[in-house]
């Protein structure tokens, strides 16, 4: 039995990573019996690796922990037992006090709305507060019950308005769900549909131009992971627009943290660590002030090599961040095909 914690499958519509970052089941051993895949967030249940001969058990999540597709499918833990003939059975058991997560998305130009209406802002919010409606009669409907299960659920609507149509206020939006609804401000999300030409360039029309606010708003992070947004961002910006002291690795992953975990000292916490630690070098070395810019270069480089440092550099600046909350503040439910509902046994078993 491997227990393993990492990145599945690369990026899909449902699972945020890069195209790289994550291990394919093929550089597993046929040796193991039984793989259980932590990390993922969506609850895939059991799945058969017929190539590598071995049992993928994909629990996911047991809270939501952001407003992502792959947490809508329903939270399960698992129980497994295995006999001394190494024969397996699993039994899913549904989580009873989970808040609900419901996620609908919309495109606003396969309605019947008019993107020309001069009322149309008004009449997308109308249309959207009765699809927030309907989603609040279903998770009336598909309450467990339990006592401990919070009655308020977390919804999104992904909006794509392209063609011309406009956003409305989403402050005004959120006053009328603001006791119904776990996530207020946050239930709609407005994104426009990116256009490329034939080379795969970002063209004209409803593109988004890449810049550094537009490239992080939450739309923009919903098609790939925050981490390598950043990277691209720098790596694409002007020469005079790059980064001197901090690497694009550190700033990629304050800035995650500040997006999935809402730890707002994150990048600030992590922008004061690294320039405490440069000063430092900087007075060590007795650095002239003509030799500021060179030395500063050096240390950059040299610290890019040193990926173990960095990366305890990184955790210090988040203790640092994490350290500034409230007392009172707990982020265990913050907001990030499907198995069959109801306990079930499953048997698979080299003998079936």
Same mark, same amino acid.
């Given at each position: 039995? +491997?227990? !393993?914690?990492?990145?599945?499958?690369?990026?899909?519509? /449902?699972?945020?990573?890069?195209?790289?970052?994550?291990?394919?089941?093929?550089? +597993? %051993?046929?040796?193991?019996?039984?793989?259980?895949?932590?990390?993922?967030?969506?609850?895939?249940?059991?799945?058969?690796?017929?190539?590598?001969?071995?049992?993928?058990?994909?629990?996911?999540?047991?809270?939501?922990?952001?407003?992502?597709?792959?947490?809508? #499918?329903?939270?399960?833990?698992?129980?497994?037992?295995?006999?001394?003939?190494?024969? =397996?059975?699993?039994?899913?058991?549904?989580?009873?006090?989970? &808040?609900?997560?419901?996620?609908? %998305?919309?495109?606003?130009?396969?309605?019947?709305?008019?993107?020309?209406?001069?009322?149309?802002?008004?009449?997308?919010?109308?249309?959207?507060?009765?699809?927030?409606?309907?989603?609040?009669?279903?998770?009336?409907?598909?309450?467990?019950?339990?006592?401990?299960?919070?009655?308020?659920?977390? @919804?999104? +609507?992904?909006?794509?308005?392209?063609?011309?149509?406009?956003?409305?206020?989403?402050? /005004?939006?959120?006053?009328? !769900?603001? $006791?119904?609804?776990?996530?207020?401000?946050?239930?709609?999300?407005?994104?426009?549909?990116?256009?490329?030409?034939?080379?795969?360039?970002?063209?004209?029309?409803?593109?988004?131009?890449?810049? =550094?606010? #537009?490239? #992080?708003?939450?739309?923009?992070?919903?098609?790939?992971?925050?981490?390598? #947004?950043?990277?691209?961002?720098?790596?694409?910006?002007?020469?005079?627009?790059? *980064?001197?002291?901090?690497?694009?690795?550190? =700033?990629?992953?304050?800035?995650?943290? !500040?997006?999935?975990?809402?730890?707002?000292?994150?990048?600030?916490?992590?922008?004061?660590?690294?320039?405490?630690? *440069?000063?430092?070098?900087?007075?060590?070395?007795?650095?002239?002030? $003509?030799?500021?810019?060179?030395?500063?270069?050096?240390? &950059?480089?040299?610290?890019?090599?040193?990926?173990?440092?960095?990366?305890?550099? @990184?955790?210090?600046?988040?203790?640092?961040? /994490?350290?500034?909350?409230?007392?009172?503040?707990?982020?265990?439910?913050? =907001? $990030? $095909?499907?198995?069959?509902?109801?306990?079930?046994?499953?048997?698979?078993?080299?003998? %079936?």
């Amino acid at each position: 039995i +491997l227990t !393993f914690h990492q990145n599945r499958r690369r990026s899909s519509s /449902r699972v945020k990573h890069g195209e790289k970052n994550y291990i394919p089941e093929q550089f +597993l %051993d046929s040796f193991l019996d039984l793989v259980v895949w932590g990390h993922e967030h969506d609850a895939r249940g059991l799945e058969r690796n017929d190539v590598q001969d071995f049992i993928v058990l994909q629990p996911g999540s047991t809270v939501a922990t952001s407003l992502a597709e792959g947490e809508t #499918l329903p939270k399960k833990a698992f129980l497994v037992r295995v006999k001394p003939s190494r024969k =397996m059975k699993f039994e899913a058991i549904p989580l009873q006090t989970v &808040r609900q997560f419901y996620l609908k %998305d919309i495109v606003l130009s396969d309605t019947t709305l008019n993107p020309g209406d001069p009322e149309v802002a008004d009449k997308i919010a109308a249309f959207c507060q009765e699809k927030v409606e309907e989603l609040l009669r279903k998770a009336e409907e598909e309450h467990t019950g339990n006592k401990r299960q919070p009655k308020e659920p977390l @919804i999104r +609507l992904k909006i794509e308005y392209s063609g011309g149509f406009p956003m409305f206020n989403t402050n /005004r939006f959120a006053q009328i !769900f603001t $006791d119904r609804v776990a996530n207020p401000r946050d239930i709609i999300q407005f994104y426009r549909k990116k256009v490329y030409d034939k080379k795969g360039n970002k063209g004209g029309g409803d593109a988004d131009d890449i810049d =550094m606010p #537009l490239t #992080l708003r939450r739309e923009a992070l919903d098609m790939a992971r925050v981490e390598d #947004l950043v990277k691209r961002f720098f790596a694409e910006a002007e020469q005079n627009g790059r *980064m001197s002291l901090l690497t694009e690795k550190g =700033m990629g992953e304050a800035v995650k943290e !500040f997006v999935d975990k809402e730890e707002k000292d994150s990048i600030q916490e992590l922008v004061k660590w690294q320039v405490e630690k *440069m000063q430092k070098h900087l007075k060590d070395r007795k650095a002239a002030d $003509d030799r500021i810019d060179e030395e500063i270069q050096h240390f &950059r480089q040299a610290y890019q090599q040193r990926a173990d440092e960095e990366d305890e550099d @990184i955790q210090i600046a988040f203790e640092r961040s /994490r350290s500034k909350r409230p007392a009172d503040d707990d982020r265990s439910d913050i =907001m $990030d $095909d499907d198995d069959d509902d109801g306990n079930h046994v499953d048997d698979l078993s080299d003998e %079936d």
